[in-house]
C-alpha cells in the first residue's frame, strides 16, 4: 500500500537521523545535528565549525569536496546535512550537490562569498535547499536544521501521494491533499501530513517491506534489477509498485523505488539535456569545443555525478558526450563514433534529430542512465547489463530510427557505450568530467535540451520569480512542457517535491522531461537550429534558455515532432526503449521516451507513482505521457513559467493530445501538494 | 598601567578599528564566539587569515605578472580572498577584493594591478591593527586581567 511503502520511507528517513520528523521532534533538537562542512577556504571552515559547535551541532568539517564525498559514502546515513562552498580547488560545489542529492538524498546548504543571481539561480536548479552567503553568521546557522525537517516531511509526503495513486484508495488522503494544497493553509496541510503520517506509520508495519532499515543503497545489483525492472514494464508503466513486484528484493520498499526512480528520472533528463544542449548549442556540434565546455557545465554535472559515482558511468557518458558533442572530444576517442553518428542524425532531419538524437541519446545514455544514481561503481556488470538494454533499446531505435532513418546508428551507439564504457573506464577516468558530457549528448537532443535547459534556464528563469514557491499547480496541465526548465529547476531543488535532493535530481531531469514532453508536443527548440520547428517556444523559453541555449519550444512543436521526441528526452533514452513499439516510430520514441519518463519520475520520491497510471492515460503518443509525468512535478513549476512559455502554444499542443489526461495527471499528482510544500518555505 | 586602564585602552582601540571601516560586524560574531573552552578562538583565525592571505595576494601578484593573465586564475584568488577576509571582519580588505573583480571581469591588468597593490596596504594595515590588539589583550590578560567583551553599540 501506498502508505506501507511511504512509512517505509519514513521510516527510513527517520532511521537516519536520529529523530522523526513527521510528527515529535526530539526536544534536544536540533542539538546533535549532524553537520559536515566542506570548504577549501580554511579560516571559514573554522569559523564555520566554532559557529555550529555553539549551535551545539555535530560538526565534521573537511576542506575537499572528494573527502567529503567518500565521508559520505562510508557512512550513508551518518549526517544529517551538508554546506558546501560553491567554489572549490578540486571539485564544483555545485557537482558536489549533485552527487549528495543523487547518492544520499541529503539537504545540501550552498555558500559562497559569490551573491551574485546566477550563482544563487544554480543553487536552486541544482537542488540546493538554501544558500548562504559569506560572510555566514551564527543566526544563518541556527535554523539550519528546518531544511532536514523539511525534507523529511516531503519525503513522507511524497510517498503518501504517490501510493495512493497507484492504489487508488487514498481518496481520502488525496482529497486531504487536495484540501491542504488549494486552501494552501500551511497548517491544515501540516496536520493533514501529520496524520497521513501517522496512518502510514502504522500501515508500513503490515507492509512486506516493514523492515524499517535506513537509507537503502543501490547497489550495482540492484540498480540493475530496478532497471530491468522498469525497461520491462516501459517507462510509461514502471510504478513503483510494479518495479517492487518485479525486482524481487526483499527488505525494498515501494517508497525505495518511488524515489529512486524519481532521480533515475531527472537523472536522464538531465542527461539528455545536457548532452542536447551540449550538442545542440553549436548547431549540432559546430564548436566542439564550445559545446563540450557547454557540456561540461551542464554534462559535467550530471557527468561527474555519473563519474563520481562510478566508472563506467562517467566513461560511457563521456563516450556519449562526445557522441552527442560530434567529435571526438573524449580523449578516449571512442566517442567519436558515437558522435559520428549522432551527428548523421542531427543533420538529416532536424525534427528527426532531436526525436532521434533522443533515442540515440537514449541508446547511449543508457549506460549512463543506468549507472547514475548508483553509489556504486558500475563496473562491467552493468556495462553489460546496459548493454542489454542498450540492446533492446537499440532495436526500439531501430524503429525510430527507421523514422528518421538512423536506426543502424542509434543501435551502433548503443552497443558503442557499452564497450566505450568500459574504453572510457580507462581513458576517461582521467578525464572524469568529460565523459559524463558525452554520454549526455547523445541523448541530449531532446531530452537534453529539457535537462539542460532546466538547469541552466531555470536558474535564470526562476531568478525572476522564486520558483522553488512552487506556483500554482494548475498550470501543470497546459504546460506540461512548458515548465520543463523552470519548474524542473526550480520547483524541485527547493524542495517543493520531495526534499532537496529531489529537487535535485529532479531538476535534471525535470528539464529532461520537459524535453521530452516538449518533443512529443514538439521538438523542443533547445537549439536554434531547430527554431523552425519550434517557433513559438522560443520567445517562451528564452530565459530558459538563456544558459542553455537550448529551446524548449517543444510545446510548439507538438505535431511533429512528436513521434520523436516524446522518446527521447534524456529520460527516456535510458531504458525507455523497452516501451511499446508504437504504431509509428515515433511512438517507439515515444514509448522509450516515455518509458525512461516513468522510470525517471519514479526515482523521485513517489512522484512518479502518481503519474504512472495516469501516464499511460495522458500520454496519447508516448510523449505526452512524458508530460504528464513531467508536469506532475513542474506543475508547481509550471505555473509561473507558464507565462514565460507563452503557454499558450505548450497549453493547445498539450490539451490537444492529452485531452484529459494531463488533467487528471495533474489532480493526481497533486500538484497542489507541492505548492503547498513550499508555502511553509 | 593598570589592567582598568589597559581594558579601556583595549576598548577605545577596537571601537576606533570599527569607526575606521577596518574591522566590521564580523569580527565581533568571532569574539562572541570565543569563550573559555576555546580561550584563543580569534587570534587563532586571524592567524590562520593571515597566512591564507598572504598566500593567496603571492598567487595574485604571480598570476598578474604572467605575460597573459589568466583572469579565471585571478578572479577565483580574488574570490577566495574575499571570502576569508569577509569572514574575519576585515572590511576594507574584503572591499578593496570586490572592486578587484571589477577589474578582472573587464581582464584590465593595470587596474588588477593598483587594485592589488590597494589590497596590500590594506591587507597589512589591518594586520598590523589586529596584532596590536592582540598585543593589547595580551597585556591586560599577563596582568591578571580579562578580555572586556566588545559591543558594537556604536
Not at chain 1, 406 to 431: D, K, V, Y
Not at chain 1, 480 to 496: K, R
Request: charged fraction near 20%.
Amino acid at each position: 500500500m501506498n502508505q506501507s511503502n511511504c512509512k517505509g520511507s519514513m521510516s527510513t528517513a527517520s532511521s537516519s537521523t536520529n529523530w522523526k520528523a513527521n510528527d515529535v521532534v526530539p526536544d534536544q533538537f536540533p542539538a546533535g545535528l549532524r553537520v559536515l562542512v566542506v570548504d577549501d577556504d580554511p579560516t571559514c571552515l573554522v569559523i564555520l565549525e566554532k559557529m555550529l559547535r555553539t549551535c551545539l551541532y555535530e560538526v565534521t568539517k573537511c576542506n575537499r569536496a572528494e573527502v567529503a564525498l567518500s565521508m559520505l559514502r562510508e557512512n550513508k546515513n551518518g549526517f544529517d546535512i551538508v554546506i558546501s562552498d560553491v567554489h572549490m580547488p578540486d571539485m564544483d560545489g555545485f557537482k558536489l550537490l549533485e552527487h549528495i542529492g543523487l547518492e544520499m538524498d541529503l539537504p545540501v546548504i550552498m555558500m559562497s562569498a559569490d551573491d551574485g543571481k546566477q550563482v544563487v539561480m544554480k543553487g536552486v536548479t541544482h537542488g540546493a535547499c538554501d544558500y548562504l552567503i559569506k560572510p555566514v553568521r551564527i543566526e544563518a546557522l541556527k535554523n539550519i536544521w528546518q531544511h532536514v525537517v523539511r525534507k523529511k516531511k516531503n519525503e513522507w509526503k511524497d510517498l503518501e501521494q504517490s501510493g495512493s495513486v497507484e492504489e487508488g484508495d487514498r481518496q481520502p488522503k488525496l482529497s486531504e491533499d487536495v484540501d491542504y494544497s488549494s486552501s494552501a493553509n500551511e497548517g491544515n496541510w501540516k496536520n493533514s501530513k501529520k496524520r497521513k503520517d501517522e496512518e502510514e506509520e502504522t500501515e508500513e508495519r503490515d507492509d512486506t517491506s516493514t523492515l524499517k532499515k535506513p537509507r537503502v543503497v543501490w547497489s550495482v545489483e540492484l540498480h540493475q534489477q530496478f532497471v530491468a525492472a522498469v525497461n520491462q514494464l516501459g517507462i510509461d508503466k514502471a510504478v513503483p509498485k510494479k518495479i517492487l513486484e518485479l525486482m524481487n528484493v526483499p527488505g525494498l520498499t515501494r517508497e525505495n523505488v518511488a524515489s529512486h526512480l524519481q532521480k533515475y528520472r531527472l537523472y536522464l533528463r538531465r542527461l539528455s539535456g545536457v548532452s542536447q544542449h551540449q550538442g545542440m548549442n553549436n548547431s549540432f556540434m559546430s564548436p566542439q569545443d564550445a559545446t563540450f565546455g557547454a557540456m561540461s557545465s551542464l554534462n559535467g554535472l550530471d557527468l561527474q555525478t555519473l563519474s563520481v559515482t562510478g566508472q563506467l558511468p562517467a566513461q560511457s557518458l563521456a563516450t556519449l558526450q562526445a557522441a552527442g558533442l560530434g567529435r571526438s572530444t573524449t580523449k578516449s576517442g571512442i566517442p567519436m563514433p558515437l558522435v559520428d553518428q549522432r551527428n548523421l542524425f542531427s543533420f538529416e532531419n532536424p525534427k528527426l534529430r532531436f526525436g532521434e538524437g533522443q533515442q540515440q541519446q537514449m541508446s547511449s545514455n543508457k549506460p549512463m542512465n543506468l549507472l547514475h544514481g548508483i553509489p556504486t561503481t558500475m563496473e562491467p556488470k552493468q556495462l553489460a547489463s546496459l548493454h542489454q538494454s542498450a540492446q533492446s533499446i537499440g532495436s526500439m531505435n531501430m524503429q525510430v530510427n527507421t523514422h528518421g532513418g538512423q536506426g543502424s546508428s542509434l543501435l551502433m551507439q548503443m552497443a558503442q557505450p557499452q564497450s566505450r564504457g568500459q574504453i572510457l573506464n580507462e581513458s576517461t577516468s582521467s578525464h572524469g568530467p568529460r565523459l559524463p558530457s558525452s554520454i549526455g549528448q547523445p541523448i541530449m537532443t531532446n531530452g537534453i535540451a529539457g535537462g539542460v535547459i532546466g538547469r541552466n534556464g531555470i536558474g535564470d528563469n526562476s531568478r525572476g520569480t522564486g520558483y522553488n514557491q512552487v506556483p500554482p499547480s494548475s498550470s501543470m496541465l497546459s504546460f506540461p512542457m512548458n515548465h520543463t526548465t523552470e519548474l524542473a529547476g526550480n520547483s524541485f531543488p527547493l524542495g517543493s517535491s520531495p526534499g532537496i535532493s529531489n529537487a535535485t535530481s529532479k531538476g535534471p531531469f525535470q528539464e529532461e522531461g520537459n524535453s521530452e514532453m516538449k518533443g512529443s508536443a514538439g521538438f523542443i527548440s533547445s537549439y536554434d537550429i531547430f527554431n523552425d520547428l519550434n517557433q513559438h517556444q522560443h520567445k517562451s523559453h528564452d530565459w530558459e534558455l538563456q544558459n542553455v541555449g537550448l529551446h524548449f519550444d517543444a510545446s510548439q512543436n507538438a505535431n511533429p515532432i512528436q513521434g520523436n521526441l516524446d522518446v527521447s528526452p534524456s529520460v527516456l533514452v535510458h531504458q525507455g526503449y523497452s516501451s511499446s513499439q508504437r504504431s509509428g516510430q515515433n511512438r517507439n520514441a515515444s514509448a522509450v521516451g516515455r518509458a525512461m519518463f516513468s522510470g525517471v519520475e519514479c526515482v523521485e520520491q513517489g512522484n512518479m507513482q502518481n503519474f504512472s497510471p495516469h501516464l499511460n492515460n495522458l500520454l496519447v503518443d508516448n510523449s505526452i505521457r512524458v508530460k504528464a509525468e513531467t508536469i506532475p512535478d513542474a506543475n508547481s513549476q509550471t505555473t509561473l513559467f507558464t507565462e514565460h512559455f507563452g503557454q499558450d502554444d505548450l497549453m493547445s499542443a498539450l490539451l490537444k493530445q492529452q485531452q484529459g489526461g494531463i488533467g487528471t495527471a495533474e489532480t493526481d499528482f497533486d500538484l497542489d501538494g507541492y505548492s503547498m510544500d513550499n508555502i511553509p518555505v | 598601567m593598570e589592567v582598568g586602564q589597559m581594558q579601556r585602552r583595549l576598548i577605545e582601540y577596537t571601537k576606533s578599528l570599527f569607526m575606521e571601516g577596518i574591522l566590521d560586524d564580523q569580527f565581533l560574531q568571532l569574539q562572541q564566539l570565543q569563550d573559555e573552552s576555546n580561550p584563543d578562538f580569534v587570534v587563532e583565525v586571524v592567524s590562520l587569515f593571515f597566512q591564507d592571505a598572504e598566500k593567496l595576494l603571492n598567487d595574485i601578484t604571480r598570476a598578474l605578472d604572467q605575460q597573459s593573465v589568466d583572469f579565471t586564475k585571478v578572479d577565483a584568488h580574488v574570490h577566495q580572498l574575499k571570502g576569508s577576509s569577509a569572514s574575519v571582519g576585515a572590511q576594507r580588505v574584503k572591499n578593496g577584493c570586490i572592486a578587484f573583480r571589477n577589474f578582472c571581469e573587464e581582464q584590465n591588468v593595470d587596474g588588477s594591478l593598483r587594485c592589488l597593490q590597494q589590497i596590500k596596504q590594506e591587507y597589512y594595515h589591518v594586520k598590523n591593527k589586529l596584532e596590536a590588539l592582540f598585543r593589547l589583550e595580551q597585556q591586560i590578560v599577563a596582568a591578571g586581567g580579562s578580555v572586556p567583551m566588545m559591543e558594537l553599540s556604536f
